[in-house]
């Protein structure tokens, strides 16, 4: 019974990245043209993975937050069903007539889709959807049959990815805390999955309603809730000034996506790092610098060196780089900062001296 699917499908829990050839391995097998994951929970953005073939507009449709107003995940929950089903025989005319997953899988070739809801222990529920090409109709009994063979050991494999992830999160804060840095997982919606006792302490870092963080500074806070989305939609870093009060200095929020293959339908995480702004004379750490924007050594080195209050000839001089050369790094590194002028850098980059990393 499709034991190597099976094998591959537990594989997949400590592997991330190895979803979307399983699922596409599980569709062509069903008779499938595509295939899907879905982590869903609530009103948060859902996380997910895909096939090739609906990948980009399974992303254009979640980024649309056209699955805020889709019924397809209330009426199969709605059918309390162990198993695949036929999404069209959940839904009324009426809803299949509103519905924005007909168009949208119309307009890539696709059509019949079969589906089913997992629900986790953590109250989360895993949504596996499988469609066939619009001149293929429906799927044959077998096809169901088949996926619902596999749907426990997915749902298995599912749990444990789920669970890995939140423990890699939790070790991603012990981390930060050890280099003397507050800092937190967050979520989907900004939901902060785990944060280290130093951040719990901040003041400007407060509790907020549904499990989101909020900074104390409105419109900083606003700046966060935009930046959090940026890092979910685009993987996009930014950094985030607070004013200081009597009794604290200024501090910067860095909000950075998990990158990689760690950044996948278990894992889609936002990483926020709380660093207190520093003296003038205070130079940014080469390894830290790297690790917080995703700098290549040489663009730390030239960070660095703009920070300690070269000019960027003099920085280009000081690593040996022709002053055009220096320009593109400087262009990089700004990027990746999410600033758009050097002094903004250099500003920010103060702040980035929190921990001293051997």
Known sequence: ?????????????????????????????????????????????????????????????????????CERPRAIAAQDLAGFVHTVDCLTPAQIARDPVVAILERIGLGAQLATLIPMPTGEM??????????????????VAMLDGLRPHLARAALIAARLGLERARAAVTTLEALGLPGAVLGPGGRALTTNGLLDRLPEVLPAAHGRLMLAHPPADA???????????????????????????????????????????????????????????????LTL??????????????????????????????????????????????????????SQLVALLKGSRAADVP
Do not use: C
């Open 1 to 69: 019974m499709h034991e190597d699917l099976i094998d591959r499908a537990y594989e997949a829990a400590f592997f991330p990245e190895l979803w979307p050839p399983i699922l596409e391995e599980i569709g062509a097998r069903s008779g499938s043209a595509s295939g899907a994951l879905q982590i869903l929970k609530g009103g948060q953005s859902p996380l997910w993975t895909a096939t090739d073939t609906v990948r980009d507009a399974l992303g254009d449709y979640i980024a649309r937050g056209q699955w805020r107003t």
């Open 126 to 143: 895993v949504g596996l959807t499988f469609e066939r090409r619009l001149d293929q109709g429906r799927h044959p009994p077998d096809a």
């Open 223 to 285: 700046l966060l809730r935009e930046a959090v989305e940026s890092a979910e939609r685009a993987q996009a870093s930014r950094s985030i000034p607070l004013p200081g009060a009597e009794e604290r200095g200024p501090t910067i929020a860095h909000v950075m996506p998990v990158r990689g293959a760690a950044h996948d339908v278990f894992g889609g995480t936002t990483l926020l790092v709380v660093t207190p702004v520093g003296p003038d004379e205070n130079v940014p750490n």
């Open 289 to 342: 610098l790297r690790g917080l924007f995703d700098l290549t050594a040489k663009e730390a080195r030239l960070a660095a060196a703009l920070a300690s209050g070269r000019s960027l000839k003099e920085a280009a001089v000081a690593e040996s780089l022709r002053l055009s050369t220096a320009r593109s790094y400087l262009e990089a590194v700004l990027r990746k900062t999410g600033t758009h002028q050097q």
